[in-house]
């Protein structure tokens, strides 16, 4: 060890710290079950440790602190009350950030069971969706929030694949598949192409997915489902919230009728982000989801040097047809 | 066997005792001499032999529109079959 370096404890046990500390008063006994108490994730862009009734989360280290705010100031304003699960108060004492990067506290809600499709909350999903969509950015904070970051995250996610699995034999495929994605991909990923002026300005969740849900806790029994994770959060077309179960159900993996009742239900609740032909405005997002499904897909896979599995197979052979598709039958619009 | 257009390893599938090569790069298939007209003559038998439509219990639904690079079959076999898996990566893929 350094002998100039102070003792620190790992950025892990800062942020449990400060989940505990905002869980508890200080002289108040902690008396939680070893059960509620842990790291629920533990990933460069969110750890998110839980203690009792609250979860700290810390955010990306390169989160832009600006955006960031504008951001945490949307999930708790009124205006989403009832949509999004609003952010709890940081202790007084806590560290805003942990080595470069921005903790927050929120209210524990328990996520969709994931062995039970049956039981998943697509439509209550949909008809948030909806709401959001449909809620004017507030005043104040408008001219404040960033792009929502959907768009950037397919970008982030080729680039990654680029990096991390070029030789990778479906590489090319995936490649051509997001050549055929227009305006994402005319300037190099990483540049800040997030500033698009054209198109919808509505407000967005940036990343949905069955994930990103959870019931808002109540002191008896289970309260409604709300949408979680304010990190690409912001201005932009409401279609890319609609893009990943679209892309899925494109696939073929999720079966139709899920398709049409998630769907159905984000109609039904008034949301703006399709028309009467959903896949005039689904279409290319859909795509792109697509594309960094299978990106992700064999970065991961070429990092875990694991074969692709059958999902994963699924998507690079849907890639496969989007890239066939477009070249077959229209110039490319990315041109 | 390597693909003879981007040269990456081809797989060996089955298809109805049909051996087919598809390249796990382009996904582009290769078949044998008479494998394109076997698998046409399965298709014309499978076609024969599809039942009439059963009377529907309950109204229909109509299928839900679908772009044109969608998978074949919407929601034919593979739903079912891929269901469990795929519900998790919606849960967690991000």
Redesign the interface.
Known sequence: MLPSTPTQPAPLDRLAAVARAAAHRPDEPCRCASGLVGVLANRDDGTVVRHGALVAKAHAPDTDPEAHGARLALAGHPDVGGVLLPPRPLPTQAPTEIDGRPVTIWPYGP??A?DD?DA?PWEDAARLLARLHRTAPPPPLASRLPAMRAPL?VELAVDRMRRTAPDH??A??VLSAWQTIPNTNTTNANTNTNTNTSGPRLLCHG?F???QLVREPRPVGDGPWRLIDMDDLGLGDPAWDLA??AA??????????V??RF?GAYQEAGGPAVGA???VQ??VP??ALTVQ?AA?ALAKSTAERRPL???ED?M???C???A???TE?APSAST | MQCPK?H??MHTYNRNGVQIEQ?????GIFLDFGELEALTRLESQWAQQAPPPAPQAYPA?P?????????P????H???H?????????????
Do not use: N
Request: proline share 11%.
């Open positions: 996520p969709v994931p499709p998943a995250k034999p479906a090319a495929t990343d997915h069955l994930g990943r179960p899925w159900f494109a696939a073929g993996i999720l079966p139709p009728e398709w049409s769907l032909d959903p896949w689904l279409d859909a795509r499904t992700l599995d059958e999902v699924v690079i052979d849907t496969a047809r989007i066939g598709y477009r039958s | 981007c990456a390893a390249c796990s790069g382009c996904r639904q299928a839900p529109a679908a772009p044109a690079w969608g998978a079959h919407q929601g034919g593979h739903g079912g891929y269901r469990q898996r795929g519900f998790g990566r919606m849960l967690f893929s991000s």
